[in-house]
C-alpha cells in the first residue's frame, strides 16, 4: 500500500462511523436545503404534466376538436420529448452547474405550462405537449443525481422516496386545484381548463425565479455551508462512495453505463412501473368518472388515493432503511398494486371499483420511489451514475407512451378491463426485473467477499485512481439489494 493511501486510510478511519451528532446535524442542514425545494419542482413538474387529465374531463378535447384517439397521441407526445432529452439532459447537469440548470429548465417548462392554456386547435395541443416533455426530461434525473452527490449510499433511498412524493402529493393537489380552478369557467373569456394550465404554469414559473437562489451547486462549491463542513461531507462522502471525489467528465464513463447489464435492468425495472404510473395519473380523473360521477366529483375523488399513495410511500420507505432492503419491497408493492388491478377487473359496482383504485394507487406509486433510487445507491462512478438514471427515466417512459396508447378508447369497455389486464402484466414483467437484480448482485456481493477473504489481487486495487476508475466492479464494492 502506498504511503499516501495510507494516509488517507489513516484519516478517514480515525474518524468514527459519521454518526456523530454534528455528522446528523450537517445531514438535516443538507436535507433542508435540498429535499424542500426539489421536491416543490417535482410536484410541479408532475402537476403540470398531469393536469390534463383533470382538463380533459373540463371539456378540453371538446373545445380543441380533439378525438379520444388524438387525446392519447397527445399524452404520448409528451413523453417522446421527455425519453429523447433525458440523457443529453444529465450530461449538460454534469458539465455545468444543478443551481443554474434545474431553476432554468422550471422556468421554461412553466411558460410551456401557460402556454398550454393558450393553445386553440389539435396541432397546437399536440405541439406544445411536445415541447412540455423536452423542457421537463432533465430535472427528474438531474435531481437523482444532485442527491447522489450530497448522501451516502444508504442515506439516499428515503430521501429520493420523500422526493417522489412529491409525485403523489401533485396528484391529490392537483384534484383540489383543479376543482376550485375550473369555477373560473368563463372569466376573461376562457374556459376553465384553460385556466387550470395558466394558473398551474404561472405558478411553477413564480417558483423557478426563487428557486435560482435555492437550488445548491456541487458539494464542493455549496455556500450553504461552511469550510469545515464542506470538509467533513467530502469525508464522509469519500469514505463510503465516489460522491466526494471531483470526477472530470469523461465518455469511457457513459460507455461503462451503456454496456452494463446492471443499468439496462435497472431501467427495464422502471419501464414495467412507467405504463402503470402514467397510465394511471393520467387516467385516474377519467376512471372515476367513468364510475358514474360528475367531473367535479371525479375531481375531489383523485384526492384519496393519491394521498394514501404517499403515506404508503413514506411508510414503506421507513421500513426499507429499518431493514436495508430494496427488492423485496418492490415485489411487495407490485402484488399490492396486481390486488388493485384485479379488483378493478372482477368487480362491477362503483365502490368496489373505486377500492381497486386505492390498491393501485398505493401499490405503483410505492414501488416506483424505491426503484427510482436503487441506481443511485448501486451505480459508480459519478458520470457512469449520471446516465444511469437518465437511461432508467428514458427507457422507463417508453412504457409510459405504451401505457397512455394502450388506454384508448377502443378499450375502455368494462371499465378499461383488457389496458388493467396488460397492466398486471407490466408489473409481473418488472418483478421478474427485481428477481435477476436482487438475484445477480446477492451472489457478486457473495463472490467479492470470497474474493476480500482471500486476498486475491488485493495490492492491484489499491490505488484511489484505480478505485475511480472501476467504480461499481472494484472488489470492495457491495451492492445494496
Known amino acids: 500500500m502506498s504511503a499516501k493511501a495510507a494516509s488517507e486510510k489513516g484519516s478517514i478511519s480515525a474518524a468514527d462511523d459519521f454518526d456523530t451528532p454534528e455528522d446528523r446535524a450537517l445531514v438535516r442542514k443538507i436535507d433542508l436545503r435540498l429535499i424542500p425545494v426539489l421536491t416543490l419542482l417535482y410536484l410541479l413538474s408532475f402537476l403540470d404534466r398531469t393536469n390534463i387529465g383533470n382538463a380533459k374531463i373540463l371539456g378540453l378535447t371538446t373545445d380543441l376538436h380533439v378525438s379520444a384517439p388524438g387525446y392519447n397521441s397527445s399524452l404520448a407526445l409528451y413523453f417522446v420529448g421527455y425519453v429523447l432529452f433525458e440523457v443529453p439532459a444529465n450530461i449538460v447537469l454534469k458539465r455545468l452547474n444543478p443551481q443554474v440548470w434545474l431553476p432554468t429548465i422550471t422556468l421554461f417548462w412553466g411558460i410551456v405550462s401557460v402556454c398550454q392554456g393558450l393553445v386553440t386547435n389539435k396541432a397546437g395541443l399536440f405541439g406544445i405537449r411536445f415541447l412540455l416533455g423536452v423542457s421537463e426530461a432533465g430535472l427528474f434525473p438531474g435531481s437523482i443525481y444532485v442527491f447522489s452527490v450530497y448522501y451516502r449510499r444508504h442515506e439516499r433511498s428515503w430521501r429520493v422516496a420523500t422526493f417522489f412524493g412529491g409525485a403523489a402529493l401533485a396528484g391529490a393537489f392537483g384534484g383540489i386545484l383543479a376543482f376550485a380552478i375550473g369555477k373560473m369557467d368563463g372569466i376573461g373569456g376562457r374556459k376553465g381548463w384553460q385556466w387550470i394550465f395558466i394558473i398551474e404554469g404561472l405558478l411553477t414559473v413564480a417558483i423557478s425565479l426563487l428557486a435560482y437562489f435555492v437550488v445548491p451547486t456541487w458539494p464542493h462549491k455549496a455556500k450553504f455551508l461552511t469550510e469545515s463542513e464542506k470538509a467533513r461531507l467530502i469525508l464522509r462522502l469519500k469514505a463510503d462512495s465516489d460522491a466526494g471525489l471531483v470526477e472530470h467528465f469523461e465518455w469511457g464513463y457513459v460507455r461503462q453505463a451503456v454496456t452494463d447489464h446492471l443499468v439496462w435492468a435497472y431501467a427495464f425495472l422502471f419501464h414495467g412501473f412507467a405504463f402503470v404510473l402514467y397510465s394511471l395519473s393520467l387516467f385516474l380523473p377519467t376512471i372515476i368518472a367513468g364510475l358514474g360521477f360528475q367531473s367535479w366529483q371525479a375531481q375531489l375523488m383523485t384526492v384519496p388515493p393519491n394521498s394514501l399513495a404517499a403515506i404508503s410511500i413514506w411508510l414503506t420507505v421507513w421500513l426499507s432503511a429499518k431493514i436495508d432492503k430494496r427488492a423485496p419491497l418492490i415485489i ?150
Open 332 to 481: 411487495g408493492s407490485a402484488g399490492v398494486a396486481i390486488i388493485g388491478y384485479i379488483i378493478l377487473i372482477t368487480t362491477e359496482t362503483a365502490g368496489a371499483q373505486y377500492v381497486g383504485v386505492h390498491f393501485a394507487a398505493a401499490g405503483v406509486y410505492t414501488g416506483n420511489a424505491i426503484l427510482l433510487s436503487w441506481p443511485g445507491e448501486n451505480v459508480s462512478a459519478q458520470t457512469k451514475r449520471a446516465v444511469a438514471v437518465a437511461m432508467q427515466i428514458t427507457i422507463g417512459d417508453v412504457g409510459a407512451i405504451a401505457g397512455v396508447l394502450v388506454y384508448r378508447p377502443n378499450l375502455a369497455g368494462n371499465h378499461y378491463r383488457k389496458p388493467h389486464a396488460i397492466a398486471i402484466g407490466y408489473l409481473v414483467f418488472a418483478v421478474i426485473i427485481t428477481l435477476y437484480l436482487f438475484s445477480w448482485m446477492t451472489l457478486e456481493n457473495r463472490r467479492r467477499e470470497r474474493l476480500e477473504e482471500t486476498n486475491d489481487g488485493k495490492e492491484a486495487y489499491e490505488s484511489a485512481e484505480e478505485k475511480q476508475r472501476l467504480g461499481d466492479r472494484h472488489p470492495n464494492y457491495r451492492y445494496v439489494i
